[in-house]
C-alpha cells in the first residue's frame, strides 16, 4: 500500500505510546495531559441532557449546521464576553470538535508545504505533528516562565515571515507558562507591525489558582488597533466542563472561518448537535462558574502538593517555576550531585519505580532540551502525588 508522502513528516505520539507502559499494577501516573474525572458536574451534565432532549429534541438529534449549532454559539458569545472579549458575535466563531479539529483546521486552510511556522520552544505536542502534516517547516521561538521571549519573536518574523505564529499564552502545555501583561501587548504590536497573523490557544485559561491571568490576546485586541483581524482564538470546553463532549470552537477574520467551514465539511460535516445541545444547556443553566471555582480549588491544591513535595524529595537536582494554573509542571533536571540529567533516562528508570511521566524533548520542534520533563498533577489526589513523587526521587 502506497501511502501519501505527507505521513514521512510525522510520527506517532510519544505521549499515545507511553500510556502503552501503563499497564503495570499500582503505578502512579504523571503522565496524562487530561482533567479528573470525578471532578465532571455529572449531574449538570444529566440535566443539561434531560434539557435539551426535553426542549430541542428534534435539533439536537438532527444533522446541524456545519458552523456549530446556533444556541451553542450564541451561548458561546456570551460566555466570551464575560471574560472580557467584547464584540464576539456568534457568526465571529465556529464550533469545532475539540479545539485540535482548530488546529486541524489552520493547517488545511493556511498551511502549504514549506511554509514556515513559529511556534513556542517547547509547545502543545499534537500541535507539532498536524502542523507538520500540511508540510509546515517549524521555527521554535524560546520561552522562559513569563512566555514568548519577545525579543526573540521579533527576530524569528523577520527572519522568517511566517505564515503564523501559535501560541500557548496562558499555562501553556507543556510549559505551563502564562504570558504577562506586557508581552502580550507586544506580540498584539508585532502582529500589526509585520502583519503576522497570531493563533492564540486557550483551553487552560480559566483553570487559575488564586489571581485570574491577564486578558486574553483576543480580549486585549480591542486596545490594539489593526490586532484583531490578524488574531485567531481556539478555546476548548474539555478541560473545564467534560472532554467526551469534545466541544471547541475558533474564533477569526470571516474570511478564515469561511474557508475552515468548507473545510469541515469535507471531514465531519458538523460538530455533534448532541453534544452542542447539551454543552448549551449547561451554559444557559449558569453552573460554570459554580464548576469552575471547584476544579480550580482542587487542581489548585495538587499543584502546591506537587510543587511542595518536588522541593523536598528533588532538592536541587531539579528545577521549576511553580505553576499558577492549568495542569502541568514543567521541570529541568540539574544533574545535581551526579544525579540522572537525562529526561528520557529518568523516565524509564521512574517506570521501574512505579510512577510515569512525559520526558520533554517531543514538545519542541527543533534543538530538544533533553532535560526537561512535564508532569501532570490533574488527575492524582494529594497523598498520590507525594508517594509518586517520593518514588521519583527513588529512580534519581
Known amino acids: 500500500m502506497q501511502f501519501a508522502d505527507r505521513l514521512n513528516n510525522v510520527e506517532t505520539s510519544a505521549i499515545r505510546e507511553l500510556f502503552k507502559l501503563l499497564g503495570k499494577p499500582g503505578i502512579i501516573s504523571f503522565a496524562g495531559g487530561f482533567p479528573d474525572s470525578a471532578m465532571f458536574d455529572v449531574d449538570g451534565i444529566r440535566a443539561a441532557v434531560d434539557q435539551a432532549l426535553t426542549e430541542e429534541a428534534g435539533a439536537a438529534l438532527q444533522y446541524g449546521a456545519t458552523e456549530g449549532y446556533q444556541p451553542l454559539r450564541e451561548q458561546l458569545s456570551a460566555f466570551m464576553a464575560s471574560k472580557g472579549a467584547q464584540g464576539v458575535a456568534p457568526e465571529n466563531l465556529i464550533v469545532t470538535t475539540g479545539s485540535q479539529q482548530a488546529l486541524d483546521l489552520l493547517g488545511k486552510t493556511l498551511i502549504s ?59 501553556g502545555n507543556p510549559s505551563g507558562a502564562m504570558l504577562n501583561l506586557e508581552r502580550r501587548k507586544k506580540v498584539l504590536e508585532l502582529a500589526v507591525k509585520y502583519q503576522t497573523v497570531v493563533v492564540e490557544d486557550d483551553p487552560y485559561g480559566d483553570l487559575y489558582f488564586g489571581e485570574a491571568p491577564p486578558p486574553s490576546l483576543l480580549a486585549l485586541s480591542a486596545t490594539v488597533p489593526g490586532s484583531r483581524e490578524l488574531l485567531v482564538h481556539c478555546g476548548s470546553l474539555s478541560k473545564v466542563l467534560s472532554p467526551g463532549l469534545r466541544v471547541g470552537w475558533m474564533i477569526g ?75 502541568f509542571v514543567w521541570a529541568r533536571l540539574t544533574g545535581a550531585g551526579g544525579k540522572v540529567a537525562d529526561g528520557n533516562v529518568f523516565a524509564k528508570r521512574a517506570i521501574d519505580k512505579g510512577v510515569a511521566f512525559v520526558p520533554g524533548t517531543p514538545f519542541f520542534c527543533a534543538n530538544p532540551d533533553p532535560a526537561t520533563l512535564r508532569l501532570s498533577f490533574a488527575t492524582a489526589d494529594v497523598d498520590k502525588i507525594r508517594e509518586g513523587v517520593a518514588r521519583l526521587a527513588q529512580a534519581l
Open 113 to 171: 508545504p514549506g511554509d514556515k511556522v513559529i511556534v513556542e520552544g517547547p509547545t502543545f505536542l499534537a500541535t507539532i505533528q498536524c502542523f507538520r502534516l500540511y508540510g509546515a517547516d517549524l521555527v521554535s521561538a524560546p520561552i522562559d516562565g513569563h512566555g514568548v521571549q519577545i525579543d526573540a519573536l521579533e527576530k524569528l518574523i523577520v527572519e522568517h515571515r511566517p505564515k503564523f505564529v501559535y501560541l500557548i499564552p496562558t499555562f
Open 253 to 327: 477574520p470571516d474570511p478564515l472561518l469561511a474557508r475552515a467551514t468548507m473545510c469541515k465539511q469535507f471531514s465531519d460535516a458538523h460538530t455533534s448537535t448532541f453534544a452542542q445541545a447539551t454543552a448549551a444547556q449547561y451554559l444557559k443553566a449558569g453552573r460554570m462558574p459554580g464548576t469552575l471555582a471547584h476544579v480550580r480549588t482542587v487542581y489548585a491544591e495538587r499543584a502546591q502538593a506537587m510543587g511542595d513535595a518536588l522541593r523536598k524529595e528533588l532538592g536541587d537536582a531539579v528545577e521549576f517555576v511553580q505553576p499558577q494554573g492549568g495542569l
